[in-house]
């Protein structure tokens, strides 16, 4: 019982810690969304997964963007968000992403609302026929 509790101590914490909390997304949701959005599947490819993971399960502290568990309303410890609907995302990624710092705002309109087409469709939010501006504030991330 006691190397059980000792497990239980040591490996949830590094797992959280590491991103492989339990929403992140699986197999099936990460092929939904690059049939969703090939193009959005190969924008978080060349600029998000360095960071955030091939599944979107966060790397060295970064948070989940793929993936039951992503996106929170008030964002990762309130600094991010609040994501309500689709632009909230776009607005954020668009201003705050890729990262380093340097890099950030530099993502076209195209690649932007692309990759958040893709990372909602990896995190089981319905994007319809497909997310644009016209039709962002009605996507729903978070009530």
Known sequence: MKAQSLLGAVLLPLLVSCGGGGGAANDASV???KKQSPKGAQVYQREC?????NSGQGLGGTPEVLGAAALPLKG??????PFRNAQDVFD???????????KAGSLSDEDCW?????????SGRDVGPGLTAENAASVV???
Not at 49 to 53: L, Q
Not at 76 to 81: A, K, R, T
Not at 92 to 102: A, D, F, G, I, N
């Open 31 to 33: 092929a939904k969304a």
């Open 49 to 53: 997964a360095g960071c955030h993971g």
């Open 76 to 81: 990762v410890g309130g600094d991010h968000g």
């Open 92 to 102: 954020y990624v668009k201003r705050e992403m890729p990262l380093p710092k340097s």
């Open 114 to 122: 692309a990759v958040v087409e893709y990372m909602l469709a990896g």
């Open 141 to 143: 991330v978070n009530k």
